[in-house]
């Protein structure tokens, strides 16, 4: 009977398993593209209302180090993944900010995007925009101060999830004082911008907001990418030209949408200004999977999109590595394949577009079949045109699995 393998053995199986997979690339390869791996998926344990933690708890300075050697260019962080919420808001976070730039330094990698923590310490049970004013203005501090943190980490962007901003019941609040409110939070985080940016001859930060539509609320405020899009343009901001989005992919599959729809609404309104990307299943939990292990064909259609528009922006790899993924395994498998996916799927999307099929298909569609006013002729007329819509989609199957190159499995 074969030995059952020690860990160390079970290692050398993921890491010859991982190079007989192949597909993957190199960290120059990888540098190359504008992503960023958040300090709360490399550090994250496994840890959810009926889990307990699976993996051991590891700090800023080992997650900016395996970034670095696995080229993944960018970093991002809530305020409080790094500092205690005792040090927030007191000289000692500044000691830890000098850590963290030098690590940064150290390992050529760049803090791209700060956000806040507004859901997850007791203080924010009422979300940040409570009724409670000192509740609002702690938050106020607290939004000011990540700004502050994001210019000394030379970010770009800043982050607002804004997740307990809802309720489990009905009645006790006003929605649209709490929207208010909530816009007031905003109004002192982009007037702090503008003030630290002309002190420090900085850009002002993008200030993007992120839609989830429910948890840890059961009924959310701003549930949608859509809803944040209205609330922008709710005439509340004060600086409505320095907000746009961050949708999330999962986020928008969670109410039934369909993600690319939602990014080319955000795109119309040129408010993209951040993606976080990741996977999972429509109608169903925050499940933050790698981007590409559920809907890879959906996938390759965003990507599609984002590069015929020229997004520009981050690409945030959002995820939770699984809790049976070992520490070890976070950084061999988990971290390393979706950022492979991710650049797999973007270059098929370079194909996709490219492609003489779907060039002409689509130019067939658009020019259209030419019938005169009259209702039945144009439908006539159109009849056998429409069917390259399915032709379209039976092609972006052949791209995403490598058949437009004349591979054909089986016999
Ligand atoms: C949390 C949330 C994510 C947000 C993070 C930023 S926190 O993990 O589920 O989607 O992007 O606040
Ligand atoms: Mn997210
Ligand atoms: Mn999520």
Redesign the pocket.
């Known amino acids: 009977m074969a030995a059952t393998p020690k860990p160390a053995e079970q290692r050398a199986i993921t890491d010859r398993l991982m190079d007989l997979s192949g597909g993957s690339y190199t960290p120059e390869q990888r540098r190359k593209y504008y992503i960023s791996g958040p300090q ?1 998926a490399g550090a994250y344990e496994g840890q959810a209302l009926f889990h307990a933690p699976t993996r051991e708890p590891i700090g800023f300075e080992e997650v900016i180090r395996h970034l670095g050697e696995l080229g993944i260019r960018c970093w991002s962080t ?1 305020d409080s993944d790094v500092i205690d919420t005792d040090d927030l808001l007191t000289d000692r976070q500044w000691e830890t900010v000098a850590r963290i730039n030098a690590a940064l330094e150290k390992n050529g990698v760049q803090c791209s995007m700060v ?1 806040c923590e507004t859901f997850f310490h007791p203080v924010f049970a009422a979300s940040a925009a409570a009724e409670a004013p000192e509740v609002r203005d702690y938050a106020a501090r607290r939004l000011e101060n990540t700004v502050d943190i994001g210019h000394e980490l030379g970010a770009s962007f800043a ?1 607002y ?1 804004p997740g307990t901003l809802g309720y489990m019941v009905q009645g006790a609040i006003d929605e649209t004082q709490t929207l208010r409110w909530f816009a007031d939070g905003l109004n002192a985080a982009c007037r702090r911008d503008l003030q630290v940016a002309a002190e420090k001859g900085r850009p002002a930060l993008k200030h993007c907001l ?1 839609a ?1 539509p429910f948890e840890p609320q059961a009924q959310i405020i701003l549930p949608t990418s859509d809803a944040m899009l209205a609330f922008i343009s709710s005439g509340l901001l004060e600086h409505p030209e320095m907000v746009g989005l961050n949708p ?1 992919y999962l ?1 928008e599959l969670m109410w039934g949408g369909a993600t690319r729809a939602v990014i080319a609404r955000a795109l119309l309104c040129k408010k993209l200004f951040h993606f ?1 990307i990741n996977d999972g299943y429509p109608l169903k939990h ?1 499940v933050d999977l790698g981007i590409g292990v559920v809907n890879p064909l959906d996938w390759l259609n965003v990507l599609v999109l984002l590069r015929s528009h020229g997004y520009e922006g981050p690409f945030n790899l ?1 995820f939770k590595p699984p809790r049976t993924t070992s520490n070890y395994g976070v950084w061999k498998v988990s971290f390393p394949t979706a950022v492979d996916r991710f650049i797999t799927l973007w270059n098929i999307a370079g194909e996709v577009m490219e492609d003489p099929v779907m060039q002409e298909a689509t130019a067939a569609l658009a020019a259209g079949g030419g019938g005169s006013g009259n209702v039945d002729d144009i439908v006539r007329a159109n009849r056998e045109l429409l069917t390259l819509h399915e032709l379209v989609a039976h092609r972006l199957f052949q791209l995403l699995v490598g058949q437009h190159r004349g591979r054909v499995f089986g016999s």
């Open positions: 709360w809530h956000t982050v999830w992120e989830k999330e986020h976080d925050d959002d």
